[in-house]
């Protein structure tokens, strides 16, 4: 309908409850048929046209009554109020009295009636005009600002596929109640009942200032049921309009972990990164590209993107240019292999780092173990070659990322990242370099991580495949991760291996389990398969050795394992001769070595190098 149609329709509507009103209203008073008065002639003409003219005045003609709220019935209240004076006023003028039990009648009447002719469109259209029965039912968490911001788009939304059936809310003072006509049915302890009784297909979280252990235990309760959960946007999304209330999004592996953020020494970072030469190799991984993202805000004066991978580096690049597109951050990027010596050394020697963080690695355990000697290239030699380069150019810091699996390791991968762990502590007693190293476990969203895998699967219809049923692992984010090490960096004395606090362990099925059950399938739909662990793998992961544990945090999430012994001399021994043994004895005797088990090498092989 055109809005002239509309104004026509509206106009016609509103004269007949008019003259309806103030005709009736004078049948009430008089239980007398014959109204029809000189009086009240006047008095319905003024009343007419009064009536339109505050109607256009309070634009009562230009409102979207199928929206209409209580600020459209304020509108209503004053125009007609507005009209009724204007009649009183005419009455004293023409007749020199006031009728005022007729115009107090004809008020209500006509509030009434003007009224209910504009609610009773939103009702007829909300009710039967558009209902749609094959919305999702859906249940709101949260009765507060944000719930009810979330359940008026629902509701007013009719392209939207939910329907909002109740609240729940941890407030007891409103259980029980209706908000915007939906009840308040009771707290989080009834979210696995509540979704049973009232046949929930989806659960949308909106609380988007909650901490993130509290929103763990939420979807905690939310995982016990077959409904898919959702949350709003983060706040600071909302406030700045880069997201609107009813952009829902899927729950992310993250949010099951319930870490709350960390806290940086932003002074202290700040006067180890500002304005120096920070050097990042494997620049374009998932934990060297984050790590530069991360230095950029605190505004170095030039960052130095060294890696293997053409493709990755150009690519983290230009983003970081994007980003960084007002600063004077200088960015260069170097194609590198850190296991060319001499490359490590003419790059330190050109650029001077002051700051170097050392994130290239192989880290894929199955991989490493079919190619070991792969791993010893690229884990042992080449961080050497990057640490002497260091060292020999006076560079101020040098970080190394290691991994959990350097403890006790049983793979390849853990092995040779142990050695070099040995090899920067060793170095770090001789050189004016500070060496450390930063142990840390899984992170989400790495390159070779589970999650991608489980959620591919899931989408797939399944089945998800874990190894083992009783495999756990320690989990953390990649910036979170990245933000650590940052930290562990302007921390560093010399010598440390840090350890990050990588909050409780999380079993693999678990794990899995609830990203099937969070993404509104059932167990049975998708299913668990257990496949076996692979060579190299471990049932669970350790931060630590016996021989290094250090009880005292350094810094909040942050400790220092004790140096253990050193075997540098056999490292050196077997990076001399490794090319002569075949991959499973050099398998064993990497394994080996990075357990502090000292096996005799061949004296042929000895010889040879």
């Given at each position: 309908?055109?809005?002239?149609?509309?104004l026509?329709?509206?106009?016609?509507?509103?004269?007949?409850?008019?003259?309806?009103?103030?005709?009736?209203?004078r049948?009430?008073?008089?239980?007398?048929?014959?109204v029809?008065?000189?009086p009240?002639?006047v008095?319905?003409?003024?009343?007419?046209?009064?009536?339109?003219?505050?109607?256009?005045?309070?634009?009562?003609?230009?409102?979207?009554?199928?929206h209409?709220?209580?600020?459209?019935?304020l509108?209503?209240v004053?125009?007609?109020?507005?009209s009724?004076?204007?009649?009183?006023?005419?009455?004293?003028?023409i007749?020199?009295?006031i009728?005022?039990?007729?115009?107090?009648?004809?008020w209500?009447?006509?509030?009434?009636?003007?009224?209910?002719?504009?609610?009773?469109?939103?009702?007829?259209?909300?009710?039967?005009?558009h209902?749609q029965?094959?919305?999702?039912?859906?249940l709101?968490?949260?009765?507060g600002?944000?719930?009810m911001?979330?359940?008026?788009?629902l509701?007013?939304n009719?392209?939207a596929?939910?329907?909002?059936?109740?609240?729940?809310?941890?407030?007891?003072?409103i259980?029980?109640?209706?908000i915007?006509g939906?009840p308040?049915?009771?707290?989080?302890?009834?979210?696995?009942?509540?979704?049973?009784?009232?046949?929930?297909?989806?659960?949308?979280?909106?609380?988007?200032?909650l901490?993130?252990?509290?929103l763990?235990?939420?979807?905690?309760?939310?995982?016990k049921?077959?409904?898919?959960?959702?949350?709003?946007?983060?706040?600071?999304?909302l406030?700045?309009?880069?997201?609107?209330?009813?952009?829902?999004?899927?729950?992310?592996?993250?949010?099951?972990?319930g870490?709350e953020?960390?806290?940086?020494?932003?002074?202290?970072?700040s006067?180890?990164?500002?304005?120096?030469?920070v050097?990042?190799t494997?620049a374009?991984?998932s934990?060297?590209?984050?790590?530069?993202?991360?230095?950029?805000?605190?505004?170095?004066?030039k960052?130095?993107?060294?890696?293997?991978?053409?493709?990755?580096?150009?690519?983290?690049?230009?983003?970081?240019?994007?980003?960084?597109?007002?600063t004077?951050?200088e960015?260069?990027t170097?194609?590198?292999?850190?296991?060319?010596?001499w490359?490590?050394?003419?790059i330190?020697?050109?650029h001077?780092?002051?700051?170097?963080?050392?994130?290239?690695?192989?880290?894929?355990?199955?991989?490493?173990e079919?190619?070991?000697?792969?791993?010893?290239?690229?884990?042992?030699?080449g961080?050497?070659?990057?640490?002497?380069?260091?060292?020999?150019?006076e560079?101020g810091?040098?970080?190394?990322?290691s991994?959990?699996?350097?403890?006790?390791?049983?793979?390849v991968?853990?092995?040779?990242?142990?050695m070099?762990?040995?090899?920067?502590?060793?170095?770090?007693r001789?050189?004016n370099?500070?060496?450390?190293?930063?142990?840390?476990?899984n992170?989400?969203?790495?390159?070779?991580?589970?999650?991608?895998r489980?959620?591919h699967?899931?989408e797939?219809?399944?089945?998800?495949?874990?190894?083992?049923p009783?495999?756990i692992?320690?989990?953390?984010?990649?910036?979170?991760a990245?933000?650590l090490v940052i930290?562990a960096?302007?921390?560093?004395?010399?010598?440390?291996?840090?350890?990050?606090d990588m909050?409780?362990?999380?079993?693999i099925?678990?794990l899995a389990k609830?990203?099937i059950?969070?993404?509104?399938?059932s167990?049975?739909?998708?299913?668990?398969?257990?496949t076996g662990?692979?060579?190299g793998?471990?049932?669970?992961?350790?931060l630590?050795k016996?021989?290094?544990?250090?009880?005292q945090?350094?810094?909040p999430?942050?400790y220092?394992?004790?140096?253990?012994?050193l075997y540098?001399?056999?490292?050196?021994?077997?990076i001399?001769?490794?090319?002569?043994?075949d991959?499973?004895?050099?398998?064993?005797?990497l394994?080996n070595l990075g357990?502090?088990n000292?096996?005799?090498?061949?004296?042929?092989?000895?010889?040879?190098?």
């Amino acid at each position: 309908m055109s809005y002239r149609q509309r104004l026509s329709l509206l106009v016609f509507i509103d004269s007949f409850i008019v003259l309806t009103s103030i005709f009736f209203s004078r049948f009430l008073l008089s239980a007398d048929l014959n109204v029809i008065t000189l009086p009240l002639v006047v008095s319905s003409i003024t009343l007419l046209i009064s009536h339109h003219v505050f109607s256009f005045v309070y634009k009562l003609y230009k409102k979207a009554w199928e929206h209409a709220n209580i600020d459209e019935l304020l509108f209503i209240v004053k125009a007609i109020t507005f009209s009724i004076i204007t009649v009183a006023f005419i009455q004293q003028i023409i007749v020199q009295d006031i009728y005022f039990r007729l115009l107090a009648v004809t008020w209500m009447l006509h509030i009434m009636l003007i009224g209910g002719s504009r609610f009773c469109w939103r009702l007829l259209r909300n009710r039967y005009i558009h209902k749609q029965v094959n919305k999702k039912r859906t249940l709101i968490v949260g009765a507060g600002s944000a719930g009810m911001m979330v359940a008026r788009q629902l509701i007013k939304n009719n392209d939207a596929d939910l329907e909002p059936i109740a609240f729940i809310d941890d407030n007891v003072r409103i259980h029980n109640l209706d908000i915007l006509g939906i009840p308040v049915v009771g707290g989080v302890d009834r979210m696995e009942m509540t979704v049973k009784e009232l046949q929930i297909d989806n659960i949308i979280i909106a609380i988007p200032s909650l901490g993130k252990k509290d929103l763990n235990f939420i979807f905690q309760e939310c995982a016990k049921t077959t409904a898919k959960t959702q949350t709003l946007p983060k706040l600071e999304d909302l406030i700045t309009g880069k997201l609107s209330v009813n952009h829902f999004l899927d729950v992310q592996v993250e949010d099951l972990l319930g870490r709350e953020p960390i806290e940086l020494d932003i002074e202290g970072i700040s006067e180890f990164i500002t304005d120096k030469v920070v050097l990042v190799t494997g620049a374009g991984g998932s934990i060297g590209s984050e790590i530069c993202r991360q230095i950029t805000k605190f505004l170095p004066r030039k960052l130095i993107l060294l890696g293997h991978g053409e493709n990755s580096i150009y690519s983290i690049e230009m983003e970081l240019k994007d980003i960084c597109l007002h600063t004077e951050i200088e960015f260069i990027t170097e194609i590198a292999d850190i296991q060319d010596s001499w490359k490590m050394m003419s790059i330190m020697n050109r650029h001077r780092p002051d700051v170097v963080y050392h994130a290239a690695a192989h880290k894929h355990v199955p991989l490493m173990e079919r190619n070991p000697e792969e791993a010893l290239k690229n884990n042992v030699i080449g961080t050497m070659n990057v640490a002497k380069a260091a060292s020999k150019f006076e560079v101020g810091t040098f970080v190394m990322i290691s991994t959990d699996k350097a403890v006790n390791p049983t793979s390849v991968m853990g092995a040779t990242k142990r050695m070099a762990e040995m090899i920067i502590q060793d170095m770090d007693r001789s050189s004016n370099t500070k060496f450390v190293a930063v142990r840390f476990g899984n992170v989400l969203g790495s390159r070779g991580s589970v999650i991608p895998r489980f959620k591919h699967q899931i989408e797939k219809g399944g089945p998800v495949s874990v190894t083992h049923p009783d495999m756990i692992r320690y989990f953390m984010t990649i910036p979170e991760a990245s933000r650590l090490v940052i930290q562990a960096g302007a921390l560093a004395k010399g010598g440390e291996i840090f350890i990050l606090d990588m909050g409780e362990p999380v079993k693999i099925v678990d794990l899995a389990k609830n990203l099937i059950k969070l993404s509104g399938n059932s167990l049975e739909d998708i299913g668990i398969e257990f496949t076996g662990m692979r060579p190299g793998e471990k049932l669970y992961e350790e931060l630590l050795k016996a021989d290094e544990i250090n009880e005292q945090q350094v810094y909040p999430k942050i400790y220092i394992g004790k140096t253990a012994d050193l075997y540098v001399e056999e490292i050196k021994e077997m990076i001399s001769i490794y090319t002569s043994l075949d991959k499973e004895s050099l398998r064993e005797y990497l394994v080996n070595l990075g357990n502090s088990n000292i096996i005799p090498l061949p004296k042929k092989l000895v010889s040879i190098g």
